[in-house]
């Protein structure tokens, strides 16, 4: 069964670093989203992305944090300038057509010293 | 605004007994999703089960059963003879339409602690 991978499981950073986290969705998927959760919260949206381009965007999404598709196969989130704050669990989901399941990865755990 | 409220942080059950998640939303929207995930330990999110709007028919899928109530805005998820391994958070999300990016909106989630 298809699924959606994430690198890396774990990430350690130093407060003001740059961090970069990779999704592999499941082929022919359309849709994109990131999400993340602070310990011991519930999921929180970030950002969803269509056609190669973000069609939403949370409060939390401000300017130090990017997407994009690279390669037209993996989907990465950027954070330019780690705060401590940043320090949650990152999920990357997607959906075949909009409204179908989305699919989780099994998250990426963001540590910010 | 869309909004979801799982009101039970922490149920502690013993094995073998049913539990009942609950779960309210809001929303004014007429089309709309309804979804259930379960966050096990190791912290992945398990797709459950995704019910429409205009689907108020209940499911069930082995010891799960989903009861979706729109006049109550309730999607309430009952696990019957519980075991140990259904020890986990259980999220509810609703989904926003397309137009407004098809977002899903969980609530705080449930964490449910089964006992041998």
């Known amino acids: 069964e298809p699924e959606v991978t994430q690198t890396p499981s774990h990430q350690v950073t130093q407060m003001g670093q740059e961090v970069i986290l990779r999704c592999v969705p499941i082929?022919?998927?359309?849709?994109f989203y990131w999400y993340r959760q602070i310990l011991g919260q519930k999921v929180e949206f970030l950002v969803s992305f269509y056609n190669n381009e973000i069609s939403e965007k949370s409060e939390i999404f401000d300017d130090q944090f990017s997407v994009e598709r690279p390669d037209g196969s993996n989907f990465t989130l950027k954070i330019r300038s780690t705060k401590l704050e940043d320090s949650a669990m990152y999920f990357c989901?997607?959906?075949?057509?909009?409204?179908?399941?989305?699919?989780f990865g099994p998250g990426t755990r963001l540590l910010v010293l | 605004a869309q909004k979801v409220t799982q009101a039970q942080t922490e149920i502690s059950v013993v094995e073998k007994e049913d539990v009942t998640l609950d779960c309210v939303y809001e929303t004014r929207d007429t089309t709309y999703y309804l979804f259930w995930y379960k966050q096990p330990p190791s912290g992945e999110l398990v797709f459950l089960i995704r019910r429409n709007s205009f689907d108020e028919q209940n499911e069930i899928s082995g010891r799960y059963s989903w009861n979706f109530q729109k006049s109550t805005s309730s999607f309430n998820f009952t696990i019957t003879a519980s075991q140990v391994v259904d020890s986990a958070v259980y999220f509810c999300?609703?989904?926003?339409?397309?137009?407004?990016?098809?977002?899903?909106?969980f609530g705080q989630g449930t964490e449910l602690s089964v006992k041998p």
């Open positions: 989901a997607n959906s075949g057509v909009s409204w179908e399941t989305q699919y």
């Open positions: 999300a609703l989904s926003e339409p397309l137009n407004q990016g098809g977002k899903l909106i």
């Open positions: 082929s022919n998927h359309l849709y």
